[in-house]
């Protein structure tokens, strides 16, 4: 089995940072309006922009689109 490298522990801790803050579901404010993870959404993977989209406008948001690594479905709201 391989050693483990400063280099290759560092490069896996930001890759698994960055996974964790993009799928945590906080609240991102980006002028007025804030994106969150729908609670509404049936689908494990977010594949139709559409149907996202009418989920959260249902739940009382702008809009929604499928963003993310893991493809959620993320509500656009106002702050």
Same mark, same amino acid.
């Given at each position: 089995?391989?050693k483990?490298t400063?280099?290759?522990?560092?490069?896996?801790?930001i890759?698994l940072s960055?996974?964790?803050?993009?799928e945590?579901?906080?609240?991102?404010?980006?002028?007025k309006? *804030?994106?969150?993870?729908?609670v509404e959404? &049936? $689908?494990?993977?977010?594949v139709n922009?559409?149907? =996202?989209?009418i *989920?959260?406008?249902?739940e009382g948001?702008? &809009? $929604?689109?499928?963003?993310?690594?893991?493809?959620r =479905?993320?509500?656009?709201?106002?702050c």
């Open positions: 089995m391989g483990f400063p280099l290759s522990v560092s490069t896996t801790l890759l960055v996974l964790l803050t993009t945590m579901g906080s609240i991102t404010v980006e002028g309006t *804030c994106d969150v993870l729908s959404y &049936s $689908g494990m993977v977010c922009n559409i149907d =996202c989209n *989920c959260c406008q249902h948001a702008e &809009s $929604g689109k499928c963003k993310g690594f893991f493809f =479905c993320i509500c656009t709201k106002p």
